[in-house]
């Protein structure tokens, strides 16, 4: 994931440095955006978590590990329909998330809550802090594809 | 005797002369900056831990240092209805012994593991008292995991002191009596059937387990304190004891006869070899050996039957009397090993002996005579020098890195600065009042981390707004890195401080577990999401796999319980994230609430008394929404046929 990072700031970097060479700098355009600004503006939230891909079929071992996790962590919230209990339900959510945003709310909940837009509009709904539920990234992506299976992918 | 009587009035003289001094109202002038030393700002951290013995509250207290803030009690000899500690399934077992249940105790010391003579945050020690045990708490997850009870002891007072690479933890009875293998004879054959025993228990260096290994047989004296050698002296531990005179009534005054008691030298490493070598006498015994486990978050008592006895008057050349003015009580060994503190209670100087010259005195075979068939050295011999007129009451020394040592004073309330190569009184203090123990951070090790010196002083007087007859336990926190000592802050503590250990907040802070993970919980009755949660009947006990997270229980209706049932609530907290424990509690529980950790199961057994419906809830505030945090179960007559139904968010 780190090596994605540095790839993701070269690019940035090389992209500065282009647009530097070709026309006379001027001082009242706006200063790139940091990575962390871009990941936010385009929905992805805000982690480790920059880039998944994403596999069709779904991978069958991947939905069984993911809903053991979610039987054991995430359902005495998460419901599978679109009814909320203490979070909102799943259904749809890989239709209406990123899966980076997803897997970055998962795994880094408490960053997420205090910059992504997204997140405190979910909190203010649900008036409960989704918690930390120490799940690691490889395992944040099983519980994404189980969210993929929820949601009819097949 | 009359010498005795003598003395004892000229004692009270002067402790009447030096109460008027205290009445008529000194403070305590504190240094100028004072205030700047101890302020610890909003959201920062404090330096050290320190870690104070509770006395009669059973428990381990946790102070920041130099903020004198409390961060915790732990609960270790006594319940805790506050976090369910001896009341839920799971603790129950910490508690056994072999008179059972017993649900307190009287916890004076303790220690901090150790490795190469310096502290190394792994564990602490502590020695319970009345009901001979001593305990393990993990310095990771502040919990005590593991409980020992010491036999053939009448009273574990010298205890748990710590060998230099925490290969051993000693228990040395304070109270002598027969063994248990011949346990009734008639109290005036004290001298001839009561023994005292000076119990080495081992500490598993990966997993910290402890085990009995050795007991030695002594006479039937009272073993005060001991401290463990260090560097040249490593092999040797030294017990102080008083009632050489073996009275069995009103020691008071039978037990100050004699104008020298003992130190008692053990070379444990000798002992170690007879151990192993099958030499000793293995005895039929019964005691308790209770364990924690934290992946199953459950207690068990195992029964242990052996102890191998050691007997010095069989077994030559391993341990030695070293005379000892007046009823000796700390026992204290410097950084260097080199010298040994000895403090008479009733003593007029502060004896230091030499290691060196022990075992000179040792290998030339000069002793004065014999003790009950121990060897007796010759106090000249061994002495290193006398601390003269340091104070009235000497009671315990902790050490400096400067070649310093700090003694309190019981009876002149103070504390006194000495060099201990010198023997030159160097500065003296005043503590309010009568200190006890005292505690340099690391003072007790090779490297002490020197700084402060604090004295847990006995009695509070007008130190404190008033609480009734009873007030708070005054501890007193001293500046110690000039040459002359500084006090900086009063602080109260609870229960009844005894020794104290403090250590830099560095080699505990960032190991601290945060979480159990709920993968790997093997609690039988976990219920690992929301799915497992259930209630099963088998005959009249009926279990409860609950779980809990903010902000709900599940389940939280049940119905089908009948009066005369047993109900266990296998309460699993969900939580995976630091900080977020949630409590269970039930009407008319005649038990305690108890607190689950992220992670954790933990049970606890409900009787209902009475036909109804009775709400339980959770105790401990965890979300905007916690007041809601609550259910109900239906108890109905016994024998009704109300069916066993259990459910969470069913449309109402």
Redesign the interface.
């Known amino acids: 994931m780190k090596t994605w990072y540095s790839a993701l700031l070269l690019f940035v970097f090389a992209l500065a440095a282009c647009g530097g060479g070709d026309t006379p700098k001027k001082s009242s355009a706006p200063p790139a955006p940091s990575p962390e600004e871009q990941m936010l503006a385009e929905g992805k939230g805000i982690g480790e978590v920059k880039f998944v891909e994403l596999k069709i079929p779904l991978e069958a071992e991947r939905v069984s590990r993911g809903k053991a996790i979610y039987?054991?962590?995430c359902?005495?919230?998460h419901k599978l329909d679109d009814k909320r209990?203490?979070g909102p339900g799943w259904k749809d959510v890989t239709k209406n998330r990123k899966p980076e945003w997803i897997m970055n709310m998962i795994t880094n909940v408490e960053i997420m809550l205090e910059k992504d837009d997204e997140a405190q509009k979910l909190l203010e709904l649900c008036?409960?802090?989704m918690?930390?539920?120490?799940?690691s990234i490889g395992d944040a992506r099983d519980v994404l594809e189980f969210m993929r299976a929820n949601d009819g992918e097949k | 005797m009359k010498k005795l009587l003598f003395f004892l009035a000229g004692l009270l003289l002067v402790i009447a002369a030096l109460w008027q001094c205290k009445t008529k109202g000194v403070a305590g002038a504190s240094a100028g900056d004072a205030a700047q030393k101890v302020y610890v700002a909003p959201g920062t951290y404090d330096e050290f831990y320190n870690f104070v013995s509770g006395g009669f509250n059973g428990q381990v207290s946790v102070y920041g240092l130099p903020s004198g803030r409390m961060l915790k009690i732990i609960p270790v000899f006594s319940v805790f209805p506050e976090n369910g500690y001896g009341y839920s399934e799971e603790t129950k077992p910490m508690l056994m012994t072999s008179h059972g249940f017993v649900p307190w105790d009287d916890q004076h010391h303790i220690s901090m593991s150790l490795t190469n003579g310096e502290q190394d945050g792994r564990w602490m020690f502590a020695n319970a008292n009345n009901t001979p045990r001593v305990a393990r708490v993990d310095l990771a997850s502040f919990r005590t995991q593991e409980i020992l009870e010491i036999p053939n002891s009448g009273g574990n007072h010298s205890s748990p002191f710590i060998t230099e690479n925490s290969e051993y933890i000693v228990a040395g009875t304070r109270f002598s009596i027969p063994m248990d293998d011949q346990p009734d004879v008639p109290i005036e054959t004290y001298k001839d059937n009561f023994r005292g025993t000076a119990s080495f228990i081992s500490i598993d260096p990966k997993e910290g387990h402890l085990k009995l290994a050795f007991q030695v047989l002594l006479p039937g004296i009272n073993l005060d304190l001991s401290r463990s050698g260090k560097g040249p002296s490593h092999d040797w531990f030294f017990f102080s004891c008083y009632n050489s005179e073996r009275a069995n009534t009103l020691l008071e005054v039978n037990a100050s006869q004699n104008d020298k008691d003992f130190i008692v030298a053990i070379n444990w490493k000798k002992a170690e070899e007879y151990a192993r070598a099958g030499k000793g006498v293995t005895k039929k015994v019964r005691y308790a050996h209770n364990f924690y486990d934290e992946k199953t978050h459950t207690a068990t008592t195992k029964w242990e039957t052996e102890a191998i006895m050691l007997d010095p008057k069989v077994l030559k050349d391993f341990a030695y009397f070293i005379p000892c003015p007046k009823s000796p009580h700390g026992c204290d060994v410097n950084p260097t090993g080199e010298y040994i503190v000895g403090s008479g209670k009733l003593a007029a100087i502060i004896p230091v002996f030499s290691f060196a010259k022990m075992q000179k005195a040792i290998a030339d075979r000069n002793f004065e005579g014999e003790y009950d068939g121990i060897p007796v050295l010759k106090y000249e011999d061994v002495l290193h020098g006398e601390v003269k007129k340091p104070g009235l009451g000497p009671l315990h020394t902790e050490f400096d890195n400067n070649g310093n040592a700090y003694t309190s004073f019981f009876v002149s309330s103070e504390i006194v600065k000495w060099n201990v190569q010198s023997l030159e009184v160097v500065d003296r203090v005043p503590t309010y009042y009568s200190i006890g123990h005292l505690c340099v951070p690391g003072g007790d090790t090779k490297k002490p981390h020197g700084k402060y010196v604090i004295a847990y002083n006995k009695i509070t007087k007008d130190r404190y707004l008033p609480t009734g007859p009873e007030l708070a336990q005054s501890a007193q926190l001293y500046d110690i890195s000039g040459e002359k000592m500084k006090l900086l802050l009063d602080f109260p503590t609870v229960g009844e401080p005894h020794y104290a250990n403090a250590i830099p907040a560095s080699l505990i802070k960032d190991k601290s577990v945060k979480?159990y993970?709920?993968?790997e919980n093997a609690h039988p009755y976990v219920a690992?999401?929301?799915?497992?949660a259930k209630v099963v009947r088998e005959g009249n006990k009926v279990h409860v796999y609950m779980?809990a997270?903010?902000?709900?229980l599940?389940p939280d209706n049940i119905e089908g319980v009948r009066l005369g049932d047993e109900v266990y609530f296998h309460v699993t907290n969900?939580?995976?994230?630091w900080d977020?424990p949630h409590g269970f509690a039930v009407k008319g529980a005649a038990t305690a609430e108890i607190l689950i950790m992220p992670g954790e199961t933990q049970t606890l057994l409900w009787k209902p008394d009475r036909v109804g419906v009775v709400p339980f809830y959770c105790t401990d505030f965890c979300?905007?929404?916690h007041q809601e945090m609550q259910g109900y179960m239906r108890v109905s007559p016994a024998g009704s046929n109300v069916p066993l139904k259990f459910s969470t968010?069913e449309p109402q």
């Open positions: 039987d054991m962590k359902s005495a919230c209990v203490v008036l409960t802090r918690p930390n539920q120490n799940v | 979480i993970p709920l993968e690992k999401g929301e799915a497992q779980t997270i903010r902000s709900h599940t969900l939580e995976q994230d977020v979300s905007a929404l968010g």
